[in-house]
């Protein structure tokens, strides 16, 4: 009875301590604001990788999401997984994975208009040492590696 009330009280004290810590996203943000600037391409296969501003899509509200350039863009970060429906377009659930030295990003299109919209894309970007990160898009088989510019 002893161990199974020690069991407990240790499993109520992690939750706790879990409960207390702040979001994967309160963590990555802060890590994606000292990331912002001007990158250039070091490697690419793809014309998504052009010399870019990594940047906030509006810098007051960072929860807005961020892009790198024009065409790469990571939308709303929120936690876990959300649904919302395009008007006219699609039902589009996107799940956020942050890690501790990126993000991963899951899109899937489904309930479209048009069935030839329906599609799942797996985004992700990776901040490296010295400056760097990869930029991968798995539907087209896309990988980009940028160098942050010295300013």
């Known amino acids: 009875m002893k161990h199974i009330k020690l069991t407990l009280f240790m499993f109520v004290l992690v939750s706790v301590h879990v409960a207390a810590e702040p979001s994967n996203k309160a963590r990555f943000i802060p890590l994606l604001k000292s990331k912002l600037g001007t990158y250039k391409v070091v490697s690419a296969n793809s014309g998504l990788c052009v010399n870019s501003d990594l940047s906030l899509i509006n810098a007051s509200n960072p929860s807005e999401g961020f892009k790198l350039g024009e065409q790469i863009v990571f939308g709303s970060l929120h936690n876990g997984t959300q649904?919302?429906?395009?008007?006219?377009?699609?039902?589009?659930?996107?799940?956020?994975?942050?890690?501790?030295?990126?993000?991963?990003?899951?899109?899937?299109?489904?309930?479209?208009?048009?069935?030839?919209?329906?599609?799942?894309?797996?985004?992700?970007?990776?901040?490296?040492?010295?400056?760097?990160?990869?930029?991968?898009?798995?539907?087209?088989?896309?990988?980009?590696?940028?160098?942050k510019a010295v300013q």
């Open 83 to 147: 649904t919302i429906q395009k008007p006219n377009f699609c039902f589009i659930t996107s799940s956020l994975k942050y890690k501790s030295d990126g993000l991963d990003n899951g899109l899937r299109m489904s309930r479209c208009e048009d069935p030839i919209n329906e599609k799942t894309i797996r985004q992700s970007i990776r901040f490296l040492p010295n400056d760097m990160l990869i930029y991968t898009l798995s539907s087209a088989s896309v990988e980009c590696k940028f160098k």
